[in-house]
């Protein structure tokens, strides 16, 4: 199976952008469904967003709609989530994580392959 590994994450004032990126190394990316998520201190990890195998589809959070973009790489074995318009509660530790299935699932036990994530802050 894949391995992931999250970079790009970072300190950002409000208002401000970031881009991360999850890199796949082993397996046969193009036949995952991939997803980040999100945990901020003291509280569950959280479902953002996530593609399907072809990237013809995506699935956003509500709280992320119209600010975030997640994107695909299959060439690259890459995803990408570009964040806008960085908000405070937008600080956590961001996570990709990978599942065979075709469905875009929001439930963390759904994934079988986690990243170890990448901090990212945003100060106000």
């Known amino acids: 199976q894949v391995q992931l590994v999250e970079s790009g994450g970072g300190l950002v004032e409000a208002g401000g952008s970031l881009r991360l990126a999850c890199a796949a190394s082993g397996g046969t990316f193009s036949g995952y469904t991939m997803s980040w998520f999100r945990q901020a201190p003291g509280k569950d990890r959280d479902f953002v967003v996530g593609?399907?195998?072809?990237?013809?589809?995506?699935r956003y959070a509500d709280s992320v709609k119209g600010r975030f973009i997640m994107s695909r790489d299959n060439a690259k074995k890459t995803v990408y989530l570009q964040m806008h318009s960085l908000k405070s509660a937008d600080t956590a530790v961001y996570h990709c994580?990978?599942?065979?299935?075709?469905?875009?699932?929001?439930?963390?036990?759904?994934?079988?392959?986690w990243g170890q994530g990448t901090p990212v802050t945003v100060s106000s």
């Open positions: 994580a990978a599942r065979t299935g075709l469905q875009i699932m929001e439930t963390e036990n759904e994934y079988t392959v």
């Open positions: 593609i399907s195998y072809s990237g013809g589809r995506t």
